[in-house]
């Protein structure tokens, strides 16, 4: 048996928007006339998000993606990954890390990096009070690195700011759009769909196993994701790299 390597989606076979649909339209003996596309396309989402969610009950860092900046002299301030550049809107942060005095400034090594306080400016008391220790002061949409770094000479550091963080899901709307799920799960979409689809034809026996099979393979993927845990993002013993899953989609910048 081949062994697991990490959830992917880049995979050649694995299944898009188009082929779930004619998966539907098969599978419930319809066609394209029957229901719009576009009726088809909530359908098929809303059972696509069920499925998510239940991976995310197991560990949400399914779903974590990373976002890397420079680390320069200035006010502190970075901006969050909010979705308006080329990193995705996220639903939460998980940590951020600072590579403040690497060897090299323009390949910061993994180990060179340091994990940063998360802290909420409002429970700050003394305004005037002064950071040692690496700190994030959390604001609307960005946040505020301290100490400031001051050191010209030692300064851009080429990625030297990476934030792991839970991304926000898209929803499936091109034909080529392919669902970020394992790819032996994604027929569990097209069960969840014929749910709705056998409602509409009044087809009693199409819904009720649909309905179990839709619940069968919730429980499956459930299973599934909880034997195969990411990595917690950090660096221990023996590691070279902070860990987590490789998500060709969740290497972005901040900036």
């Not at 319809?30 to 359908?43: E, K, T």
């Not at 180990?111 to 002064?130: F, G, H, M, T």
């Amino acid at each position: 048996m081949t062994a697991y390597t990490g959830l992917k989606y880049s995979d050649t076979a694995t299944a898009t928007l188009a082929g779930l649909k004619q998966d539907i339209y098969y599978l419930g003996k319809v066609n394209a006339s029957f229901i719009a596309d576009g009726d088809l396309n909530r359908i098929i989402n809303k059972y696509y998000f069920q499925l998510q969610e239940v991976v995310r009950s197991v560990n949400e860092n399914f779903y974590m993606g990373e976002a890397t900046t420079d680390l320069v002299v200035g006010d502190g301030s970075y901006t969050f990954p909010d979705g308006t550049g080329t990193a995705p809107a996220y639903e939460k942060i998980k940590s951020i890390w600072a590579a403040f005095e690497p060897a090299d400034i323009t390949a910061p090594l993994a180990s060179e990096y340091q994990r940063v306080n998360i802290v909420d400016p409002d429970s700050i008391s003394d305004p005037s009070y002064s950071f040692t220790e690496p700190t994030a002061l959390m604001y609307g949409n960005y946040f505020v690195l301290l100490p400031l770094v001051t050191d010209i000479t030692k300064y851009p550091v080429k990625d030297g700011l990476k934030m792991y963080y839970i991304t926000e899901q898209n929803k499936l709307t091109l034909d080529v759009d392919v669902p970020k799920l394992f790819p032996s799960f994604h027929d569990a979409i097209t069960q969840g769909a014929l749910i709705d689809i056998a409602e509409r034809k009044g087809d009693d026996k199409l819904k009720a196993d649909s309905v179990a099979l839709f619940k069968k393979r919730l429980e499956e993927i459930k299973a599934y994701a909880s034997s195969r845990l990411p990595d917690e993002v950090g660096l221990v013993e023996g590691q070279d790299s902070m860990g987590g899953w490789e998500f060709p989609w969740c290497k972005n910048s901040m900036s």
